[in-house]
């Protein structure tokens, strides 16, 4: 490992190296300062609750669009930073321009923009040169309105590369995809198959295994083509149910005790489905998060918010 950097410590100097896994944590927002709020408050919480060696921690890559200006970039790293100046985060940039006119018999309540980062989590992400070039082993997806609701006690990234998983996630939802069951039908075989759906705000994936699956680039390939996902809305976890399903031997794991949480969906230890209480105090705050982070914790929901030093 490269030692990188040092700092004293509780009485120690800690020598900071690199992760032991090449793995990202990589997570798309939106231009708006609520969208800024939440993504400091995400980060803040996963590095507080995951609660691995001292002396590493795995980087973030956020994804942004072309209204991201350098006062948001500089509120992200000085709020994040203050506390843990080891840490890497990079920018890069994603154009979300496109002139498709959406099918107006598919499902109105699913706009433009949000089928734009359905495709960005089924192919665009694993091909943006701030991911080819990175040369990383996982990629692990965390939204700027998720959070870690409790300690982790395990490195979640040397759990999956240990346990040599292709895909790890936290649950799963049922939604109908009309426009994908023709070619559905096509790879799997199983006519009016419906898979679930992975809940995806929260994967890891090997890449590896992505990337030379030709099975995989086949269905994906047929998503892509003439712009079906965008003119037709196909949900990202249901083609990642799918891509899991397209062939044998792909080493997946629930990971249940994992203490989670998406907005308003909870999803605490050995949970294996979401619960959805809207607690609005959970957004009360939001705006301080530079300072402490908010996340709802249990079966009810209770608001912890954690003040930083």
């Not at 890891?204 to 079906?228: A, D, P, T």
């Amino acid at each position: 490992m490269t030692l990188s950097y040092s700092k004293f410590q509780n009485g120690f100097i800690v020598a900071y190296s690199d992760p032991p896994v090449r793995g990202i944590i990589a997570t798309l927002i939106r231009s708006t300062n609520h969208s800024i709020s939440l993504t400091i408050n995400m980060m803040h919480s996963f590095l507080y609750f995951h609660r691995i060696n001292a002396s590493y921690s795995y980087p973030f890559l956020i994804f942004h669009d072309e209204n991201f200006t350098s006062i948001m970039r500089q509120q992200i790293l000085s709020c994040v930073l203050r506390r843990n100046k080891h840490i890497k985060i990079s920018f890069a940039l994603v154009s979300f321009n496109t002139g498709v006119t959406i099918n107006p018999g598919s499902p109105v309540h699913k706009p433009i923009g949000y089928r734009l980062m359905c495709r960005f989590w089924t192919y665009d992400v694993f091909y943006h040169p701030a991911i080819l070039q990175g040369k990383y082993d996982y990629l692990m997806r965390m939204d700027d309105d998720s959070y870690l609701s409790d300690v982790v006690d395990n490195d979640i990234f040397l759990h999956v590369k240990n346990q040599k998983l292709d895909y790890a996630y936290r649950t799963t939802y049922y939604e109908n995809t009309p426009a994908m069951n023709p070619i559905l039908e096509r790879f799997i075989n199983r006519t009016g198959f419906q898979p679930g759906c992975i809940y995806n705000n929260f994967f890891v994936m090997r890449l590896k295994w992505f990337y030379e699956s030709k099975r995989i680039h086949s269905f994906i390939r047929e998503l892509m083509q003439n712009n079906l996902m965008l003119r037709e809305y196909i949900g990202d976890g249901c083609v990642h149910a799918v891509m899991l399903q397209l062939e044998n031997g792909v080493k997946i794991e629930r990971l249940s005790n994992m203490p989670y949480g998406h907005n308003f969906h909870l999803l605490p230890p050995g949970h294996q489905q979401a619960t959805y209480l809207g607690v609005d105090a959970l957004y009360d705050e939001m705006n301080k998060s530079c300072h402490k982070f908010t996340i709802l914790r249990g079966d009810q929901g209770q608001v912890i918010r954690i003040k930083l030093s």
